[in-house]
């Protein structure tokens, strides 16, 4: 094996490395008005990031720039045209119960009680009933839902579906937890109340996720290191180190968390600049990727 090989392979499989991307690129091929030819639209480009183990990574970028396309790859939900991504060393080529999601829109099921729908995973995984409800219940609990057992989504808050979600999503305890933009849907003061709950939980689980948003006064206070993406093509610009103590209560009020969340502005600012410098041809993915895409 080459040096260059066996570094590569050493960055893959050792260290504290969780997760590892190397030169994602992301293409669609998006048909032309009026034409029967396609054009390719480049939303990611040259993507590489490690994630370590039990880290808290925050990705924010322009809205557009690829951020959830890299969370659904991470998944297994979508594949990259070229690069790969691996967790512990080996190749994700699709979905797999080590990776649990959470997403905005709750994604729960209408039908089920509060206690089904945290044990959906559990029933696809073939545990049994008496151990569902023992793990269920602990979860319910641990996301502050004791006595909402048998509540059913309509009779739930926003937050208190979020909940819902997570605790589904920790059920079947996937090793790592992927988080888009989960609570975009709720108001301020549940946001920060959620933060403040995920974060008890993540300390307590020992879990490693990966949370995509777009605030970064919200990136500042959950992350270990803030990943920031480009304009599209997207691909990581810089990943900023969050060095604040834990726990991070009344830290937002703190000099350098107003000097950390300032630098991850002035990052995106001057992307945006930079954007605005150019063509003027660029496009998001949702403005690029219509009804009439050649996925």
């Not at 951020?67 to 979508?78: E, N, R």
């Not at 969340?261 to 600012?269: C, E, N, S, T, V």
């Not at 600049?273 to 690029?288: D, R, V, Y």
Request: include cysteine; charged fraction near 25%; charge should be negative.
């Amino acid at each position: 094996m080459s040096d260059d090989k066996a570094e590569n392979q050493a960055g893959i499989d050792g260290g504290d490395n969780k997760i590892v991307a190397r030169n994602i690129r992301r293409v669609y091929n998006i048909k032309q008005k009026g034409d029967n030819g396609t054009v390719e639209f480049e939303a990611i480009k040259q993507l590489n990031l490690n994630v370590r183990q039990g880290e808290f990574l925050v990705i924010v970028g322009p809205s557009g720039c690829g951020k959830s396309t890299f969370l659904d790859m991470v998944a297994g939900l979508a594949k990259p045209s070229s690069g790969e991504i691996f967790i512990d060393g080996r190749l994700i080529t699709g979905p797999d119960l080590d990776r649990g999601i959470v997403l905005q829109g709750y994604a729960l099921f209408p039908w089920r009680t509060v206690r089904k729908n945290v044990e959906f995973g559990l029933e696809v995984k073939k545990v049994p009933a008496r151990e569902r409800q023992e793990i269920s219940q602990k979860y319910i609990e641990l996301v502050g839902l004791k006595n909402f057992e048998d509540r059913y989504p309509h009779e739930l808050s926003g937050g208190m579906k979020q909940r819902v979600a997570i605790a589904r999503a920790l059920a079947y305890d996937p090793e790592v937890l992927l988080m888009d933009e989960p609570f975009a849907a709720v108001d301020a003061q549940t946001r920060e109340t959620l933060q403040e709950e995920l974060l008890r939980i993540w300390e307590k689980t020992k879990k490693t996720i990966i949370f995509v948003t777009h605030g970064i006064d919200e990136a500042v206070f959950l992350g270990d290191r803030v990943a920031v993406m480009t304009a599209n093509p997207g691909t990581i610009k810089e990943v900023v180190e969050i060095n604040l103590p834990r726990p991070r209560d009344g830290i937002r009020s703190s000099a350098e968390f107003g000097w950390i969340r300032h630098k991850i502005w002035q990052l995106l600012q001057n992307d945006n600049g930079a954007g605005e410098a150019g063509s003027g041809a660029e496009q998001n993915i949702a403005e690029a990727i219509s009804s009439s895409a050649a996925l």
